[in-house]
Nanobody, 125 residues
Framework: QRQLVESGGGSVQAGGSLRLSCTAS????????MGWFRQAPGKEREGVAA????????YYTDSVKGRFTISRDNAKNTVYLQMNSLKVEDTAMYYC??????????????????WGQGTQVTVSS
């Protein structure tokens, strides 16, 4: 069964940190793009970060540059999103996404064909 499973969400105070994980299972691929998106209530889905595999090229939306870091463990088929200096406006449901066609990589939603169920991140002041 093909699936993306996220974990690591939770509640934290502003200025704190969280690390999200996304493990891909059931997929067979030689190259991919994996990313993180978020959607807050009443707002559109936003691409947060992405990473090409195996190249490791990273992409970030401007609002998280310098605070979030995306990384991967190829052996574990897992991608991480380390989120530091969290702000109240980072509160959202965070989704892992993947494309295994070996095409373009970035934070645009159209790139991705597989999505996880989401994990909630809540940042309080």
């Amino acid at each position: 069964q093909r699936q993306l499973v996220e974990s690591g969400g939770g509640s934290v105070q502003a200025g704190g940190s969280l690390r999200l994980s996304c493990t891909a299972s059931g997929y067979t691929y030689s190259s991919s793009c994996m990313g993180w998106f978020r959607q807050a209530p009443g707002k559109e889905r936003e691409g947060v970060a992405a990473i090409s595999i195996p190249g490791g090229i990273t992409y970030y939306t401007d609002s998280v540059k310098g605070r979030f870091t995306i990384s991967r463990d190829n052996a574990k088929n897992t991608v991480y999103l380390q989120m530091n200096s969290l702000k109240v406006e980072d509160t959202a449901m965070y989704y892992c996404a993947a494309d295994f066609a070996g095409g373009e990589c970035g934070t645009a939603a159209w790139i991705f064909g597989s999505w996880g169920q989401g994990t909630q991140v809540t940042v309080s002041s």
